[in-house]
């Protein structure tokens, strides 16, 4: 039994490595067939890789081949170029040489030509010299002063024209500047004068004022330094003082009094007291609002407060401190329109009339007397010397000078600022005509614009163009000589040819 088994188990155990055996063998024989076929495929790709190499090979090559022809070609016209250029250079070089030698023979025969109009021409010299019976020096110097001569008149003709021009140019632009200044500032400073009359409830009251003995009316006069003057006149009394301040001062407490109704010495002197902090008070703030409107700062209190003055002084009916502070404005936009300081200029007009805040109590012009005063405070002489220059006493040395001058002129000579009485202005008229009349050949004169312009008639058959002109100049020289006026007179002849028919 135990060697059946053994020999089952032998038997099994070769069977089971038979079994495997040939597990492997086969595994061995499809590794083998897997591995061939590995092979072939590689070398399949490898073959396909080469085709590819090869086809890539012979296109490179082909290409380069291309290119290589191309280079080749390129390099052939270039070759061909350079040879034309080489061919042209030599031309052009035996065309250069051929033209120098040329030239060379031109100018042998120009120095021969230039050698031989030399000696014509000193032989024609010696001849003229013969014949004229001087020297070519002397000959020179007559040509050069009979040229210099033409080109001084030449010159002096121009420089007239120029400056005629230059003169033309300045006007037309003064006009506009002065036409814009205008139209900006156009403000109205005719006002109308402080009342030195001062009505009364009932003459009755006339009495009151008096009080006994008069002690009223000389306490009255007393404090405020203003004459009252009582007359006939029903139902009004009279203020005269050259002083405005004390005018309006004594203005204010006699109505006060008057409405108060109670009149005796002690009651005026508060009354005048309490009109003079009111008016003072009235003083600093117009000085204030009068340098705040025309951008001038810094001024000082006793400038402000005389410059507030003003408010009550008058001239020809022209509020004076309306008056200067248009001057300050007009004066610091011509200065703009100009180039010069507009600082300078606004500063001067508005203090250029501060004299006639004093000038009832300083002798001298008040021009002089307002830079006498500026003088303590302001530190530029500029501005001092174009408020003594604006009436012409002093000499101008500066632009702010002239434009605060025009600027004072401007404001003066507006309509109604320079008013007269009825009967001042109608002989002004009247002299205007009279004047006019007084020449040969007139017909009628008119005197129109509140006498700024004179109109004038002539007769046609006497009076020609030129003599319409020259007359025009004579008149004006005339005016200008014999009467006192503000501003200008413009003066305007007509010369009129009329023909006259009738169709019958």
Excluded at 106 to 133: D, P, S
Excluded at 151 to 172: F, H, L, N, P, Y
Excluded at 227 to 249: K, M, N, Y
Excluded at 330 to 349: F, H, S
């Amino acid at each position: 039994m135990v060697l059946v088994g053994l020999g089952c188990f032998v038997v099994g155990g070769i069977a089971v490595f038979l079994v495997r055996r040939m597990s492997a063998s086969r595994r061995v024989r499809m590794a083998d067939d897997e591995a061939k076929r590995l092979i072939a495929e590689a070398q399949e790709k490898h073959k396909a890789a080469l085709l590819e190499a090869k086809e890539a090979a012979i296109n490179m090559k082909a290409e380069v081949e291309a290119s290589y022809r191309e280079t080749r070609a390129e390099l052939q016209r270039l070759e061909r170029r350079l040879g034309q250029k080489e061919e042209n250079l030599e031309r052009r070089e035996e065309s250069l040489q051929r033209r120098d030698h040329s030239i060379a023979a031109k100018e042998r025969e120009i120095e021969k030509l230039r050698t031989r109009a030399e000696e014509l021409q000193h032989k024609q010299q010696q001849q003229l010299e013969l014949v004229a019976n001087m020297s070519s020096a002397e000959a020179r110097e007559i040509l050069l002063k009979q040229v210099d001569a033409e080109i001084r008149d030449e010159a002096s003709r121009r420089v007239r024209e120029m400056e005629a021009a230059v003169k033309e140019e300045g006007d037309q632009k003064a006009r506009d500047i002065l036409a814009q200044v205008i139209q900006r500032v156009a403000g109205d400073v005719v006002a109308e004068t402080t009342v030195s009359v001062v009505s009364l409830p009932g003459d009755d009251m006339k009495g009151r004022l008096i009080g006994r003995e008069g002690r009223n009316i000389r306490a009255l006069e007393h404090a405020t330094g203003v004459d009252l003057i009582i007359d006939d006149t029903p139902g009004a009394v009279t203020l005269s003082c050259f002083d405005p301040v004390r005018r309006e001062i004594a203005r204010i407490a006699l109505e006060r009094l008057i409405l108060d109704g109670r009149i005796h010495p002690a009651r005026i002197e508060e009354m005048v007291q309490k009109a003079r902090n009111e008016v003072e008070a009235t003083i600093r703030t117009e000085g204030e609002q009068a340098a705040n409107k025309t951008g001038v700062h810094g001024l000082p209190p006793d400038l402000i407060r005389l410059l507030g003055r003003l408010k009550y002084r008058f001239s020809y009916g022209q509020n004076v401190l309306a008056h200067s502070v248009e001057v300050a404005l007009l004066a610091g936009m011509m200065a703009a329109e100009t180039g010069a300081n507009v600082e300078l200029a606004t500063r001067a007009g508005l203090l250029h009339d501060i004299g006639k805040a004093v000038d009832f109590e300083t002798e001298g012009p008040h021009a002089q007397i307002g830079a006498d005063i500026v003088k303590q405070w302001e530190k530029s002489p500029l501005v001092i010397r174009a408020i003594a220059a604006h009436h012409g006493e002093v000499d101008m040395i500066n632009a702010e000078s002239f434009i605060v001058s025009a600027a004072d002129a401007i404001s003066g000579a507006r309509p109604g600022a320079r008013r007269e009485s009825l009967e001042q202005y109608l002989k002004h008229l009247e002299a205007l005509e009279t004047i006019a009349n007084s020449f040969r050949g007139v017909e009628k004169s008119y005197a129109i614009q509140a006498g700024r312009e004179i109109r004038i008639l002539v007769k046609p058959e006497e009076i020609d163009d030129m003599g319409a002109m020259r007359l025009a100049r004579d008149i004006v020289k005339k005016v200008e000589e014999t009467m006192s006026y503000p501003g200008q007179i413009k003066v305007t002849v007509v010369r009129e040819t009329r023909a006259v028919d009738y169709a019958r």
